[in-house]
């Protein structure tokens, strides 16, 4: 297949890349590599590979790439609420209007998969199960753009949305400001972490299953067409303070408090059924564990130490 990607330079975009180029198809990436990212550096040597730099707004730009593709994935975006509070306009142009105009761009013909947040769902309502009938309800400028967008793909032929729980795991684009990842950081370095509503649930995603599930659409696209999928680990709807369990299990050292007082501005507390995607036949393969081991070799390598000595 001949695959476009918006935003293939990112965090989940490097590791999906490269997977895409392993499992034999052509990937064309467009980026504006606005964190100065050198991630897509090993996915250069691939024939199979291009890439540009320019930006996913730009509808000349895009109509161009899109004319090629039998497969287009929209993964640029202002990614994550504080990111998108810094630049109200910025992210209502990226992570919505572009992917409208994506849409109506696209030939009836050609297959869209886009990632999607799933941190709309049981907004306040504690303990909620949710499932892709369960309404999102955004509260972040974040969210109501991600939602939006995904009304316009899934309102199109030949289109599936992933929902996907907080991702965790080690990329070339490395994020420590997902919730697992800073975690694992703070545990490693610090050694402690201060927690606030710590028995909010949430749930979780190793990175290479959200790459194996973009693969897993691609093969199996006749049969999965036309819905949402939520995309999350069901052993892993956990609270904050049993994710830290977890975590203390691998590094003994790391001591964690629940503060009695303060409240935590992600309001997300909701626990996610994957059954629909199960159906499917996907399974995941990277537990909790195997990633929290994964990200403290990670750290190893990776430190946020530009003004310290050590
Ligand atoms: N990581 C998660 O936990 C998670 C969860 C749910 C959904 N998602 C979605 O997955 C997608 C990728 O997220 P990520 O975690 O890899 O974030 P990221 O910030 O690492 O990746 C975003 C990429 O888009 C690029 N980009 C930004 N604006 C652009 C523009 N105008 N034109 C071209 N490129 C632009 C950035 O350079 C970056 O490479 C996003 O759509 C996000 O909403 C991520």
Not at 18 to 46: I, P, Y
Request: proline share 4%; charged share 25%.
């Amino acid at each position: 297949m001949k695959i476009l990607i918006t935003g293939g330079a990112g965090y989940i975009g490097s590791v999906l890349t490269l997977k895409l180029l392993v499992a034999g198809h052509e990937v064309t990436v467009l980026d504006n590599f606005m964190f100065r990212q050198n991630s897509l550096a090993d996915c250069c040597c691939w024939d199979s590979f291009s890439v540009i730099r320019g930006d996913c707004r730009d509808e000349g730009l895009m109509r161009k790439l899109m004319a090629a593709a039998d497969v287009i994935i929209p993964l640029a975006a202002m990614v994550g609420a504080p990111l998108c509070n810094n630049d109200k306009a910025g992210t209502k142009t990226i992570n919505q209007d572009a992917v409208e105009m994506l849409c109506r761009l696209a030939s009836h013909q050609q297959r869209v998969i886009m990632p999607v947040t799933n941190s709309g769902y049981g907004i306040g309502e504690a303990e909620k199960f949710c499932t892709e009938e369960t309404p999102l309800r955004p509260i972040s400028l974040y969210g109501v753009t991600k939602v939006e967008a995904e009304k316009a793909v899934l309102a199109r032929e030949n289109s599936i949305t992933f929902r996907l729980a907080t991702v965790f795991g080690m990329s070339p684009r490395m994020r420590m400001d997902l919730l697992v990842n800073d975690f694992v950081y703070r545990a490693a370095n610090d050694r402690a972490v201060l927690i606030f509503e710590g028995y909010f649930k949430r749930n979780y995603i190793h990175i290479r299953d959200v790459a194996r599930v973009f693969v897993f659409a691609i093969d199996n696209f006749e049969a999965m067409k036309g819905k949402p999928y939520n995309v999350g680990l069901d052993d892993a709807n956990l609270s904050k303070l049993e994710l830290c369990a977890e975590i203390k299990k691998l590094l003994p050292d790391f001591v964690y408090l629940e503060a009695p007082i303060g409240e935590d501005p992600d309001k997300r507390d909701y626990i996610v059924s994957n059954a629909r995607l199960a159906k499917t036949g996907f399974k995941p393969e990277w537990p909790l564990e195997r990633g929290i081991r994964e990200l403290i070799k990670g750290y190893t390598i990776l430190r946020n130490s530009v003004y310290s000595n050590v």
